[in-house]
């Protein structure tokens, strides 16, 4: 196991992608230490120091380099620790995941942010959009424990921002998508990846994200006020 000062997370545990290092390094069962960030001071000399481009979370430093974009840090994490394999071990199986991850980060999130932050006609667009990208997902999950098999892995880590965050994401940005009877398989798959001991054990309080998402929300009302 990798000695604890040779691993470090910069984050927050409200921060889902945050999350997605946290449940890697523990399926991997590498140690790290955990620093907590203030999202109001990314303008620190340390963000500044560290992730001089984006200046947001999560930023890892290993071996005295730092590394910043969570499906970076994962591959990063997948190539230096090859145990406990977080890829499928097959070329195709491999690429696939790699492309409903990019889909995830891309498409769906963005919808998921456009139902969120606005409001009328581009609201209704926005969740029109997300409700496309879970009628995409259902068809990938059909029978199946987890996405791609019955093992958590890379693509599980990636997705698993609608399990927990999407929930608050939808009572804050005041719309509704996500519906068990229209998606029954991503609603299983949801009650069986948070009931996951490593996953469960790093959930951040709903309140706490609830509070960020709603600052969130609040400076993009103020920044438009301006």
């Keep these: 196991m990798e000695e ?16 997605r290092i946290v449940w890697a390094l523990k399926l991997k069962g590498i140690d790290y230490a955990f620093i907590e960030q203030d999202l109001s001071s990314r303008n620190s000399p340390l963000f500044v120091e560290l992730n001089p481009v984006y200046k947001k979370v999560p930023v890892i430093v290993h071996a005295g380099k730092s590394l910043c974009e969570s499906l970076v ?10 145990y406990n394999p977080l890829f499928p071990i097959d070329p195709f199986q491999r690429a696939s995941a790699r492309f409903w991850a990019r889909f995830i980060d891309g498409e769906f999130y963005e919808a998921a942010k456009k139902a969120f932050f606005s409001s009328g006609e581009a609201k209704a667009e926005g969740v029109e959009s997300v409700e496309e990208g879970l009628r995409l997902l259902e068809g990938q999950i059909i029978g199946k424990k987890f996405f791609g098999g019955e093992k958590i892995g890379y693509l599980h880590i990636v997705a698993g921002w609608i399990s927990y965050w999407f929930q608050y994401i939808q009572e804050v940005g005041e719309f509704k998508a996500m519906d068990s009877r ?15 001991p490593i996953i469960q054990q790093s959930l951040a309080k709903p309140d706490d994200v609830k509070a960020v998402f709603g600052g969130f929300k609040d400076a993009a009302a ?4 301006n």
């Design 4 to 19: 604890r000062g040779d691993m470090k997370l910069l984050g927050t545990k409200e921060s889902l992608f945050t999350q």
């Design 73 to 82: 840090i994962l591959e990063y994490i997948e190539e230096t620790w090859p």
């Design 182 to 196: 229209k998606y029954p398989c991503l609603h299983a798959w949801i009650n069986n990846f948070i009931q996951v």
């Design 222 to 225: 103020l920044a438009g006020a």
